[in-house]
């Protein structure tokens, strides 16, 4: 794997935005907006283009991992928290010091069979995953190289 390349996990319900919505996306490319968790956030502001990401469908039965995307542009300021008429407004982040970012992401591939949760928390090797940590709600978290070279190889993928 490359070396500083670092890895990812990042949480959407696949009916606001799911791994085919992405998939589908001009360029295969979206912006990851809305994120409101000031962790989740610094997360993002550390991410690199070329960063690998765990695609994860969350409030899914079952909640799975589904597929990877690759970051594609680092961090800049989310313009829906300026928007009042959007649902992620936030009307104490100013223009001149926004309070919250996205990045860019692209698809990668779609696993062809999805990793439950349970299959995740059955795995001793991934036992210390922040994803399975008890309380773990983080919509952005960080994956070790270890996790991601477990995680490809119980989704039957070779490389990254």
Known sequence: MAQGRRYWLMKSEPRV??????AQAPRQTTCWDGVRNYQARNFMRTMAVGDRV???????EPPAVVGMAEVVRTA????????KTHHHYDPSSPRSAPRWDMVDIRYRQTFKASLPLDQLRQEPRL??????RKG?????QPVTEEEWAVVLKL????GS
Do not use: C
């Open 54 to 60: 765990l695609f994860y469908h969350s409030n899914a």
């Open 127 to 132: 036992k210390d995953m922040v994803l399975l």
């Open 76 to 83: 800049y300021p989310d313009e829906t928290q300026f928007d």
């Open 17 to 22: 935005f799911s791994i085919e919505d992405l």
């Open 136 to 140: 773990s709600r983080l919509s952005v």
């Open 155 to 158: 989704a039957g993928v070779k």
